[in-house]
């Protein structure tokens, strides 16, 4: 089967698009990037989708890449595709932040990308990683002694947003594609340099591996990391599942989860079932790693007296005889008395926690309502009056929590929800600004009458995370 045929079956095998959809394409101006965009161009009336480019200079070759940017705005040209492309210094933001260049990069090149999607009003951003990509990442994840997450490489599709049509194809078969149909094409001179681990794999390991070991090992990284990553998947559903029965109570700052029937589960479950709690709290799996999940584990199975554990972030877990608490208070330092402007979409740092907003369609929400961690929420975009503002509790403050259906001062409802004094103040509130309403206390209720119902088509999904967070 031809590249262009395979692209389009993966595409229609994992829904990565439908019908209407205007999707971003993250164009390099490399071989990679340029048959991701020709494919997409040539099955665009098929798949009933529009093209919109984005090209990013990340400002560290120079005049190399000015020429690229001019390149990838010449094809789009050519082929009568609107095209966005911009300059952000990543080497200062590297310096500023005390980032790496790689990792700096991608961090700006995926705010980048979200901000085209905004200004181009797209749901989806398709990037170019390929099969050779795929079989770095598995390869360099081993190396570091990842999980079966890891094991599961770059996945076809992330937060229903993300798409990666050419996962099943390889970089020659990608090269054979620009001889077969004209296509030219930039070199990145950096891909070629050897001090980033990831070029050495792709210009020596990999090389060596096929050469001498294992023939088609390319393939064969991409079938395994494949079946992982559904495993995974299965995996992480059942520990789900387990932690709603073992959860006994949870608040924006806190979670209690039932030790008894946590130590009847399994050890594979109890490590995801830790994970789930910690990222409930910080928003995020980052930040705990495998020697934290276990040493929590040593002391659940140890029993005897009440202990606490420090873990990352600054939670706090605490082993009493018959539960197990996790807790975290959400910034240290006195709040802001200011309120901020919240953008839909786009995000607000309050303090030390960042506010942020996507707009999807309803049948683009990457869980049910009921799934969601408990750092994010999601409302009807037309139940709720714009503009929106981000506070914290002011005197007078009354709410109508989700499934009461009526008033409430607020500060009844935080003390009934047991969250503690000294917390109470630090708590971001997210209200239409100009009725004041609340319709997100953040991290532990939504308002009544701004859910999701039949009706609902367009959906305002709200998240809260440390300020420290990448965006990427």
């Not at 054979?176 to 210009?203: A, E, M, P, V, W």
């Not at 910690?278 to 659940?300: M, P, R, S, W």
């Not at 600004?433 to 991290?443: E, F, M, N, P, Y």
């Not at 119902?453 to 420290?468: C, P, R």
């Amino acid at each position: 089967m031809e590249v262009l045929e395979r692209v389009y079956t993966e595409i229609a095998r994992h829904k990565m698009v439908t019908e209407g959809q205007r999707v971003i394409v993250g164009v390099s101006g490399g071989p990679d990037s340029v048959v991701l965009l020709h494919i997409l161009y040539c099955l665009e009336k098929r798949l009933g989708i529009s093209l919109y480019a984005a090209h990013l200079n990340h400002m560290f070759r120079g005049e190399e890449a000015k020429g690229d940017a001019l390149f990838v705005q010449a094809i789009c040209s050519q082929w009568g595709i609107p095209c966005i492309s911009e300059e952000r210094d990543v080497p200062a933001y590297a310096r500023c932040n005390g980032l790496s260049s790689q990792v700096a990069a991608r961090e700006l090149r995926y705010q980048f990308f979200c901000d085209v999607l905004h200004k181009a009003q797209g749901h989806k951003i398709a990037l170019a990683h390929h099969a050779n990509d795929q079989a770095e990442s598995v390869l360099m994840n081993i190396f570091r002694g990842s999980g079966l997450k890891g094991l599961g490489g770059i996945a076809p599709m992330r937060d229903n947003l993300y798409i990666r049509p050419l996962l099943k194809i390889r970089r020659d078969e990608i090269e054979q594609y620009c001889q077969q149909h004209g296509l030219s094409y930039r070199i990145d001179s950096s891909n070629l340099k050897t001090k980033y681990r990831r070029n050495k794999l792709r210009h020596h390991l990999i090389p060596l591996l096929e050469k001498d070991y294992a023939p088609g090992i390319v393939a064969i990284l991409s079938r395994m990391a494949d079946q992982i990553r559904e495993e995974d998947e299965f995996l992480e559903g059942l520990a789900y599942e387990m932690y709603q029965k073992v959860l006994l109570d949870m608040n924006g700052s806190a979670l209690v989860l039932n030790r008894k029937e946590l130590m009847n589960q399994s050890t594979v479950l109890l490590r995801r079932i830790i994970r789930i709690a910690y990222q409930q709290l910080h928003g995020t799996k980052q930040g705990i790693a495998f020697e934290h999940v276990d040493n929590l584990i040593n002391h659940l199975k140890r029993g005897g007296a009440e202990r606490m554990i420090e873990m990352p972030a600054g939670i706090k877990v605490r082993l009493a005889l018959d539960r197990v608490d996790f807790s975290k208070d959400l910034i240290g330092s006195q709040p802001t008395k200011a309120s901020y402007q919240l953008e839909l979409p786009g995000s607000v740092t309050i303090e030390n926690m960042k506010v942020s907003t996507r707009i999807m369609n309803k049948d683009e929400m990457p869980l049910t309502p009921q799934k969601l961690p408990l750092n994010m929420a999601a409302i009807d975009y037309h139940r709720v009056a714009q503009p929106l503002e981000v506070r914290f509790r002011q005197a007078g403050d009354v709410f109508i929590p989700f499934g009461l259906g009526r008033k409430v001062k607020l500060k009844k409802f935080m003390i009934d929800r047991k969250i503690p004094k000294h917390l109470r103040d630090k708590i971001p509130l997210i209200v239409e600004k100009d009725s004041q309403r609340i319709i997100w206390v953040a991290g532990i209720r939504l308002a009544d009458h701004i859910g999701l119902t039949s009706l609902t088509q367009k959906v305002i999904l709200l998240s809260l995370e440390s300020g420290n967070n990448s965006n990427g």
